[in-house]
């Protein structure tokens, strides 16, 4: 079983903001899926069905984002996946705005949410996919910008065209393997990806 995490905050305060990314993939991915997440299982909305062919458990955690390694720890032991079978999904202010990344392993950087995850897993070794953010302006101090929504069409055009991007990405991982998941998300541009 794939188990596909998107992060985020939970709540109506929180939602279509910045930090909440991840959560705006796993919603993609439901809706094009028809998986719908009706279940509360280890601190998190789930549903559970068929992508690529994949078995997958589709999963917002409803801790806050600092706390969503509790989460993750729990659906790991329900689910059991394999290092490879574990998907995280979240934003990142280290990319520029509307750009994506998908690597199989590697450290938390500067996200909260996935230093919960490492230190509660104990380990880094399993995919994620960075949708960029962008850098809060000079003027801004950086949780108050993750917070934020998305201002005017074009900006809500970017990150909407990111997230079909980024489960397009995660499709791609499931169908055709880490290599090819890698070369559409690494060459998308924030633009029509290719």
Known sequence: MYVIVGLGNPGDKYAHTRHNAGYDVVEVLSQQSGIRLTRTRCKARVGEGRIG??????????TYMNLSGESVVALCNWYKPEPDQLILVYDDVDLPFGRLRFRTQGSAGTHNGMRSIVYLLGRDDFPRVRVGIGRPPEQWDLKDYVLTGYHGPEERKIAFDAFLAAARTIELYLEEGAQRAAAFANAYAGV???
């Open 53 to 62: 062919g994949k078995p997958v458990a589709l999963c917002k955690p409803q």
């Open 192 to 194: 029509a990806g290719p």
